[in-house]
């Protein structure tokens, strides 16, 4: 059993009864990012030990960079010993840049992008962050600069959503005139067909959703869902090219280059998730986002304040940007 830490107890519960004294289970509690879908690493881990298992410990990482080491140990993960260190030494093959504001990221992220290409057709770049909406300035700068991206942000990368956005448009629109309501109404109608445990779709869906809110205010929700298209992409997991997406969208993938935007207080960790466990989580999530990296590994962060409608980033850096510091 594979990914051990994307379970529910419940989830849990029926492997162990499936499989009693002959399960192998693996998988890793610093990757553990969707307990909006059920998922509780820290439960699932106690009861697996609780049978008292024979352990075996991976502690060899043969593409994570020195940072992503370092975030590892400050969740209680396994220590990781870098397998290839000669690797990441040399070159800024770990770098940390600190920007006045948003539009002079944007700019220097461009001007990085365009060299990453230009060197070589075949690279894959991903820029991440925590939500989508930090990476508004860099899109736009983007689309001004002509630099073709896959924007994993959109539901035209997961088709399944398009299509129960579309199907179900018309009863969501019977709710009444307010673009909030309407939307809410879809979000719910497309959720109630789809798996609970189907995390990923999840995410796309949210994201989806994300994304038409924004544009209520200066569209309807039809007009707006009109632009959403099914998108076909390659049969590679990660085509070349860049990509922009979020740390949840990403799981599971690889990209030659990695920039993690977005290291400031609000943004990573979330406004919304200051403590305790919620905390910890998003802890893991800048973990998987710097673990995509495979060659080289940016993080930013801005000083000056920036605000959207509904979204607000502190001046004071990440929590954890100090840990970066330190193994960078």
Request: proline letters at 7%.
């Amino acid at each position: 059993m594979d990914e051990v830490q994307d379970l529910s107890p419940l989830q849990l519960g029926m492997v162990q009864a499936i499989g009693a004294g002959r399960t192998t289970y693996a998988g890793d509690p610093a990757q553990g990012i969707y307990s909006f879908a059920g998922a509780r690493p820290s439960a699932v881990f106690a009861a697996i030990r609780a049978a008292a298992p024979t352990e075996v410990g991976l502690d060899v990482s043969y593409r994570s960079s020195p940072p992503v080491n370092q975030l590892a140990a400050e969740l209680g993960a396994t220590p990781l010993r870098c397998a290839t260190p000669d690797n990441w030494a040399d070159d800024c093959r770990v770098d940390l840049r600190v920007f006045e504001d948003t539009a002079a990221e944007a700019e220097a992220l461009v001007a990085a992008v365009r060299r990453d290409l230009a060197d070589d057709a075949n690279c894959t770049v991903g820029v991440m962050a925590r939500n989508f909406r930090r990476m508004t300035d860099i899109a736009r700068a983007l689309d001004l600069a002509g630099i073709d991206y896959q924007d994993w942000y959109q539901p035209t990368v997961v088709p399944q959503i398009a299509e129960l956005l579309h199907r179900h448009l018309p009863e969501a629109l019977a709710v009444g005139a307010d673009r909030a309501e309407q939307l809410a109404a879809l979000e719910r109608l497309c959720r109630s067909q789809l798996p609970p445990d189907d995390a990923p779709t999840l995410d796309e869906l949210s994201i989806a959703c994300e994304a038409l809110s924004d544009r209520l205010a200066t569209s309807p929700l039809q007009q707006t869902l009109a632009a959403f298209r099914p998108h076909t992409t390659s049969n590679a997991p990660v085509p070349p090219g860049l990509h922009l997406l979020t740390g949840h969208a990403g799981k599971g993938q690889e990209f030659d280059v990695g920039y993690v935007i977005g290291l400031e207080e609000g943004s990573i960790p979330d406004f919304r998730s200051t403590k305790g466990e919620a905390l910890t989580e998003e802890l893991r999530v800048l973990h998987v986002m710097a673990s995509r990296a495979r060659r080289r590994l940016v993080f930013t962060r801005v000083e000056n304040r920036w605000r959207t409608p509904r979204w607000y980033a502190a001046e004071r850096p990440s929590c954890w940007w100090h840990l970066l510091e330190r193994s960078s």
